[in-house]
């Protein structure tokens, strides 16, 4: 084995599924293959976070708290790694505090290692809080900054960002590449600064949905990268991460020789080759080739699967090249942010407005409004002075963090669920999520649930769904990350909630 391997952290558990199946794959289908994924000896294996807390309770009525000490039963060695949106925590608000401290605090005693930390404008503000209940509870921190291209983002900037995130603790520093934007030859050039001018070990984790992932990996390889985010092949490429066994194949015998066994990881992928087909029909996504158009609308991969799924659903998928094209305008307007949840959500869904109310800006969702409020955080560049005015009118933007606007959560949520919740980790499910959780806990109480080791195909849609009621306007579509029950257009960005991974 070589004395420089490069690191693997596979993704087949997490992104990979957010990416191609809709967040669908249970821990049922997890468990079965777990002893063979740890004796791979991957660096870490993704498999929480994201979108997967959301949808464990809406579509898989599984606990996802349940699903880290199940999965920690079966690999006892293998680092455990998720992805925390900062002080978004596993949702698309911010949350007080208390919230992410404690949630913090259980995700480390229930099992996870690494914490990859970012937000969604890469503001340093919503990640600090993070970081340091991270290193207060003895995990590692891996500050991501969202890479993205537009007018006001430079590989300069991302090594500023990275400077700072440094500065407040950051273990490890990750090139989040979560819409396939990032270059070859960029990649050579960014992995290459973060290791002289922040001296921090690098991970770079992208997608393939633009094709030329697998050279960028080899760029970012060949500038020193120490860790790169792969997936087992089965459910890997498009809109996921490229091929694990591809990368081991052609790092072998070289100085980054990963050292992994190839026939073990070709077992692996033949089980997971099941565990899709069991999806194909429901939430495959539809695009299996490579797409430059990535590089214009800047979608990241679950929030593409989600997206073409819950249009299918409301047959509009016809209109998705329309929604393509709008989604750059709407983000120009809104400061250029990158489309990472739960910014991608607030951009794609008054994108979808836009085009099935058939004018721009007519109906402005919530989010939108939030966002022109500062509530999210400080937008990259400067929002359009039009869209401020349509959607706040002459109100004043808040100027420090969000969160400091956020009284307490966590005794409110435990009075307010009683006694549905049976833990702690309860608890801060019904804090993030209340509705989702309480229909979770209510079936549990019931003794309607299934055991978490048993797979199952999940529903489409949340059991308890509701019909959509008359409107005048069109009605956005259920967001592909967390679908709500269906409302009118007058409250479309509620109607158009996505349950996860734009990121991704």
Not at 167 to 191: E, F, N, Q, R
């Amino acid at each position: 084995m070589s004395s420089n391997p490069l690191k693997l952290t596979d993704t087949i558990l997490r992104d990979a599924h957010q990416s191609l199946l809709a967040t669908r794959m249970c821990t049922g289908d997890m468990l079965p293959i777990a002893d063979r994924l740890e004796a791979v000896g991957f660096h870490s294996l993704e498999m929480w976070g994201g979108a997967t807390f959301d949808s464990a309770m809406r579509f898989l009525k599984e606990d996802p708290w349940e699903r880290i000490t199940a999965l920690r039963k079966k690999m006892p060695t293998t680092k455990f790694q998720m992805l925390l949106r900062g002080q978004n925590v596993v949702g698309y608000k911010h949350y007080p505090d208390d919230i992410v401290e404690k949630f913090v605090e259980l995700s480390v005693k229930n099992g996870i290692d690494i914490f990859r930390i970012f937000d969604a404008l890469n503001d340093i503000r919503n990640m600090e809080w993070a970081i340091a209940c991270v290193k207060k509870y003895g995990g590692h921190v891996q500050a991501a900054f969202s890479y993205t291209i537009s007018p006001v983002h430079s590989i300069d900037a991302f090594i500023k960002l990275s400077q700072e995130l440094k500065a407040i603790g950051a273990d490890s520093i990750c090139i989040k590449d979560m819409a396939a934007l990032c270059t070859p030859y960029v990649a050579h050039d960014l992995v290459s600064r973060l290791k002289q001018e922040v001296g921090l070990p690098v991970q770079f984790h992208t997608h393939n949905t633009s094709g030329f992932a697998m050279a960028t990996i080899i760029k970012a390889i060949e500038a020193g990268v120490d860790i790169v985010d792969t997936a087992i092949s089965s459910i890997a490429d498009g809109p996921a991460q490229p091929p694990t066994e591809s990368v081991v194949a052609m790092l072998k015998d070289t100085e980054r020789d990963t050292g992994y066994d190839l026939p073990l990881l070709a077992d692996i992928a033949d089980y997971f080759k099941q565990v899709r087909i069991k999806h194909l029909s429901k939430f495959e996504m539809g695009m299996r080739t490579a797409d430059v158009r990535v590089l214009l609308y800047q979608i990241p991969g679950g929030m593409l699967s989600n997206l073409v799924t819950q249009l299918r659903q409301q047959g509009a998928e016809h209109r998705f090249p329309e929604v393509l094209l709008e989604i750059p305008r709407v983000r120009e307007d809104m400061g250029f942010p990158p489309l990472v949840t739960p910014t991608s959500q607030i951009v794609g869904t008054q994108a979808v407005v836009n085009v099935l109310t058939g004018q721009r800006y007519k109906i402005i969702s919530q989010e939108v409004k939030e966002y022109c409020r500062g509530m999210y955080g400080r937008p990259p560049a400067p929002l359009n002075p039009e869209l401020v005015k349509l959607a706040i009118g002459d109100e004043e933007p808040i100027a420090g963090r969000p969160a400091d606007l956020l009284e307490p959560g966590y005794e409110k949520a435990k009075a307010e669920i009683g006694s549905l919740a049976h833990s702690e980790e309860d608890v801060i499910s019904y804090a993030m999520y209340p509705t989702q959780a309480r229909d979770f806990f209510t079936l549990r109480e019931a003794g309607q649930t299934r055991p978490i080791e048993l797979p199952r195909i999940p529903a489409d849609k949340p059991a308890t769904e509701a019909k959509a009621p008359a409107a005048a306007a069109p009605a956005a579509p259920a967001a592909p990350q967390a679908a709500t029950p269906a409302q009118p257009a007058s409250s479309a960005s509620s109607a158009w909630k996505m349950s996860g991974r734009t990121e991704r």
